[in-house]
């Protein structure tokens, strides 16, 4: 190899590194440093004013898998994302083909659909706060025209994390429909003319032309309602603060709750590298997995 195509390899290489400092200075500084940080912090006890912090190792993990508290958020936020995720991405694939076709006032429809997505988490809250409400909440209103009793929907273990589930739902799968709406109007209309004259019918050419042109949106999706539902604490706050008796709490408000109600700094630590673990897990069985089945033409 001569010095001139060695000299041009080294400028590639500098001028590649330098394309990607901006992106590696930002991950780095947001990501790769909390993350070694709240590592390790972890591995040391909680220290108090007469106690100062020592190095503990692996005992705060060992005290979180003892915690009956940890499993029961931990069972929340299974429930939680067992039931919002695939309704979310039902609801929005179904909003978005509807919103795609050929009916009345097809953008009131769309910016309809789209309206709980730009509301505030707060506000949206509150809304559903009042819809919620057992005297007056419009919920048990519509209920009593049919003879319904009211229901504490918010106040009883069994009923309080599908109140929430709702909420969520409801939010998300309007900004869902975005991300389907735009994917589906990137397939060419010869698709749909050719299995017409096939003589497929509209089920047949949604099952076996539709759906498999989206899968990469659905996977997009899937991977951002993975991380949607272990992010959610606003409506916590707003609607139950994680009660009654933790049957509504889940995992980001229990970790919010241990650094900044109980002070306990290092127990949140190991539940954040806990959850960063099991998402990563996740995400290697999509890309992985999942990947491998999905069709990018």
Known sequence: MTDL?????????IHGWLLLSPALAMLGTFAFYP?????????????????PSEFAGLEN????????????????????????????IAIALAMALWANSKIPARSFVRTAYFTPTVLPMIAAGNLW??????????????????????????????????????????????????????ALQTIPPDLKEAAEI????????TRRIVLPLLMPTTLFILVNAMINSVKLIDHLFILTKGGPSDSSKLILYYIWENAY???????AAAMTVLVLIGLGLLAAFQFTVLDRRTHYR
Request: hydrophobic share 45%.
């Open 261 to 267: 109600a109980y002070f306990d700094r290092p127990a």
């Open 198 to 205: 096939e003589g497929a019918s509209r089920w047949t050419y």
């Open 129 to 182: 706060l009042f819809f919620y409400t057992p005297s007056f909440g419009i919920i048990n209103k519509v209920g009593a025209l049919f003879g319904a009793p009211a229901v504490n929907w918010l106040g009883q273990p069994e009923t309080a994390l599908w109140a929430i589930c709702l909420v969520t739902v409801w939010k998300e799968s309007g900004f869902f429909m975005i991300f389907y709406l735009a």
């Open 5 to 13: 195509s060695q000299a041009e390899q080294r400028r590639r290489a």
């Open 35 to 51: 993350s070694v940080a709240t590592f390790w912090t972890s591995l040391w006890s909680r220290g108090t004013r007469r106690r």
């Open 61 to 88: 993990y060992r005290a979180l898998l003892e915690d009956p508290t940890f499993w029961k958020v931990a069972w929340n936020n299974l429930l939680y994302a067992g039931t919002t995720i695939p309704l979310s």
